[in-house]
């Protein structure tokens, strides 16, 4: 990517000068080194969980400080490293060039998962002369910007840049960066990007940390993104444990605190990676929260998956569902031959797979069978011609056919 990204800039790099040329090229493998920075499966850039809210409900209120770990969710958990200082040319201005971004930040709102979002900002030349844009660089893979090296822009004058950000997988926040180098200036202007992934039933905070030293109770709110009223059906599979609502008596709301405690609502060696949250709404009948516990987070110790939650929602008795597990690290002419799932629920066969650059895209199913209902945690694994493997699971809740609403089992 590099390689490629210079051979572009060759003609231009050989007048501006080797100082000038040493900074675009350490820029550019910065930001390409930052997208493999972090805990194993992480390829998309920061991730910035978010802080805990004032917690009211039915005339109940509460805050409760985050942790100070963030959590592995096994996807977009490294952060970019920042840019050294480097010596400018002696023609450069020791500092950032007169550009004013309008947005200051480009904000993504609240996203579905997996999602792509477009979003554009205009650069204006606030200074006294002609500037040029030397490159621009993301900070993440998740980020894709169109190319603007070498477009000028004059006196007063803008020129518009266009970015997508992919979301991730797992609900949370996340942030990323675009820099951009201005010939005749040595420092970058940094462009800050952000979005929230969330379903249509939000969890905040969007995660449990209960890894040794941390405390293994806690609350987290539960609130539709719409204000439209719903009802938590069941978490776990268990009767939830809801401060200040009584059902029996209370109508539904669109906010709710839930009481968690981790001895209390896991088995001894039970915890899966993910707690899951029953609603009666259509659109979203399952909402899952992730547990970071040392029983839930195992690093991968053959190919490395981009993501690590994978699910297939609410599905009726006895349906299939397809879906793909990416993965990275594979070596060189190392092909997937197998797939296998230790669930007596459903099992996972392997449909194909192919590569895409440092990707290999694996296309898998589940096959559930005829007896599967309720939450049903789907363990798997995938082989590799080279005797690797990586492990993983899908999740999800099997209803009879036809139903609707709460099933809480």
Known sequence: MLDHAVSN??????????????????????????????????????????????????GTAGTQAPSTAPPDTGAGAGTA??????????????????????????????????????????LVNKGSRELEILTVQPSCKCTTIEDISGQKIPVGGSIELKATMKAQSAPGKKTAEIKILVDGYSQVIPLQLKQEVSLPVRISPAYMNVVKGQPTTGRIVVESIDKQPFTICAVGGKTPNLIGFDPSKDAPRS???LDWNFERDFAPGEAKRYWLIETDRADCPLVDIFVRHETTVVLPRGPAPTEYRHTFGRQEQGATYDFVLELSKMERDEKIVAAASSSSAAKVELVGSEVEGDITRVSLRVVPTAEALGLTWVPFTVYTSAGRQAEQAVWGQYVPKGHSGCYGH
């Open 9 to 58: 800039l060759r003609p231009r790099l050989s007048s501006i000068g080797p100082s000038k040329t040493l900074l675009v090229c350490l820029l550019m493998s910065l930001s390409i080194a930052a997208c493999d920075r972090g805990p194993a499966g992480d390829s998309t850039g920061a991730v910035t969980q978010p802080q805990r809210p004032t917690e009211t409900v039915g």
């Open 81 to 122: 490293a920042p840019i050294p200082v480097v010596a400018a040319a002696a023609e450069d201005v020791d500092g950032p060039p007169p550009i004013e971004l309008q947005p200051a930040l480009l904000d993504f709102g609240i996203l579905p998962p997996a999602v792509v979002r477009e979003g554009s900002v205009r």
């Open 255 to 257: 906010q709710y605190l």
